[in-house]
């Protein structure tokens, strides 16, 4: 009890004074997950309180991350719900898990809601790298399903949605889902007309599909929209235009040959 009131006391309002007594009650054996009444342990009320410093610190001696309230609340969700964004980048650095109430929380705070999809962004481009293409995927998805409805969107929302959809656009194409990709790379040009990232990635996925005209089509939009000093990128694009115009008079060929067999 005296730990707990150690963090709210007016007396320990300034975060450096209220980190330093933490600090001294637990060398003296104060009970790093005692919880109060309604279920509150240090750690939630340093989340409140809105101090990355004593929040890491609790963090580092012990304090549990997943601790459940009486009412159902985490810690990251009481930081949420105070709008202490910094506590939020702590907790999330740490691995703490989003659940429902944590997106409830995050409802309509828009600096809150650009740092729990970024953080699912970066999680998911790390099992992209890797190699997990299912789990990026899935990152992926989660993240598109949280978004505010489109027509709400900022500038700064749109271009984040971009990112989720060609991402999980490539995902889908290698993990052998090459119409699921196409869809996605269609969104983003619904979003984005002149988006050169999407025609690529959606000729890409219309080659696997075997759809060379088409692919065609969007490997020279891209060539097009592409901008003039991105040199490599443009070598890339010309070697699949070439690529896309041997398979599609491959395709004319056997069809040709199909015909004659036919005759």
Same mark, same amino acid.
């Given at each position: 009890?005296?730990?707990?009131? +150690?963090?709210t006391s007016p007396a320990h309002a300034c975060p450096a004074q209220c980190s330093?007594?933490?600090?001294?009650?637990?060398?003296?054996?104060?009970?790093?997950?005692?919880?109060?009444?309604?279920?509150?342990?240090?750690?939630?009320?340093?989340?409140?309180?809105?101090? &990355?410093?004593?929040?890491?610190?609790?963090?580092?001696?012990?304090? =549990?991350?997943?601790?459940?309230?009486?009412?159902?609340? *985490? &810690?990251?969700?009481? %930081?949420?719900? +105070? *709008?202490?964004? &910094?506590?939020?980048?702590?907790?999330?650095?740490?691995?703490? !898990?989003?659940? &429902?109430?944590?997106?409830? =929380?995050?409802?309509g705070k828009i600096d809150i809601m650009l740092v729990l999809l970024n953080k699912?962004?970066?999680?998911?481009?790390?099992?992209?790298?890797?190699?997990?293409?299912?789990?990026? %995927?899935?990152?992926? $998805?989660?993240?598109?399903? !949280? /978004?505010?409805?489109?027509?709400?969107?900022?500038?700064? /929302?749109?271009?984040?949605?971009? $990112? /989720?959809?060609?991402?999980?656009?490539? +995902? !889908? @194409?290698?993990?052998?889902?090459?119409?699921?990709?196409?869809?996605?790379?269609?969104?983003?040009?619904?979003?984005?007309?002149?988006?050169?990232?999407?025609?690529? %990635?959606?000729?890409?996925? @219309?080659?696997?599909? *075997?759809l060379f005209e088409d692919a065609l089509c969007d490997v020279q939009e891209a060539?097009?929209?592409?901008?003039?000093?991105? @040199?490599?990128?443009?070598?890339?694009?010309?070697?699949? @235009?070439?690529?896309?115009? %041997?398979?599609? =008079?491959?395709?004319?060929?056997?069809?040709?040959?199909?015909?004659?067999?036919?005759?």
């Amino acid at each position: 009890e005296q730990y707990l009131s +150690c963090l709210t006391s007016p007396a320990h309002a300034c975060p450096a004074q209220c980190s330093q007594a933490a600090q001294v009650l637990l060398d003296r054996g104060a009970e790093i997950n005692k919880a109060d009444k309604t279920g509150r342990i240090p750690l939630d009320l340093a989340a409140a309180q809105g101090n &990355p410093t004593l929040v890491q610190m609790l963090l580092e001696r012990g304090a =549990m991350l997943e601790h459940v309230d009486m009412s159902g609340m *985490r &810690p990251l969700d009481r %930081a949420i719900a +105070c *709008r202490n964004v &910094p506590v939020v980048q702590t907790f999330l650095r740490r691995g703490a !898990k989003l659940g &429902p109430t944590t997106w409830t =929380m995050a409802n309509g705070k828009i600096d809150i809601m650009l740092v729990l999809l970024n953080k699912l962004l970066e999680d998911g481009n790390v099992l992209y790298r890797k190699g997990r293409l299912k789990e990026a %995927a899935h990152r992926y $998805n989660y993240a598109l399903n !949280k /978004f505010p409805p489109v027509e709400t969107l900022d500038a700064t /929302f749109h271009q984040l949605r971009i $990112n /989720f959809l060609l991402n999980n656009s490539r +995902c !889908k @194409r290698k993990l052998n889902e090459p119409s699921e990709a196409v869809e996605l790379a269609t969104q983003v040009l619904k979003q984005k007309s002149d988006s050169y990232e999407a025609y690529y %990635a959606r000729a890409k996925a @219309r080659i696997d599909l *075997r759809l060379f005209e088409d692919a065609l089509c969007d490997v020279q939009e891209a060539i097009l929209l592409l901008p003039p000093q991105n @040199r490599d990128i443009r070598r890339v694009l010309l070697n699949l @235009r070439d690529e896309v115009r %041997a398979g599609t =008079m491959t395709t004319s060929l056997d069809t040709l040959n199909q015909t004659e067999t036919s005759l």
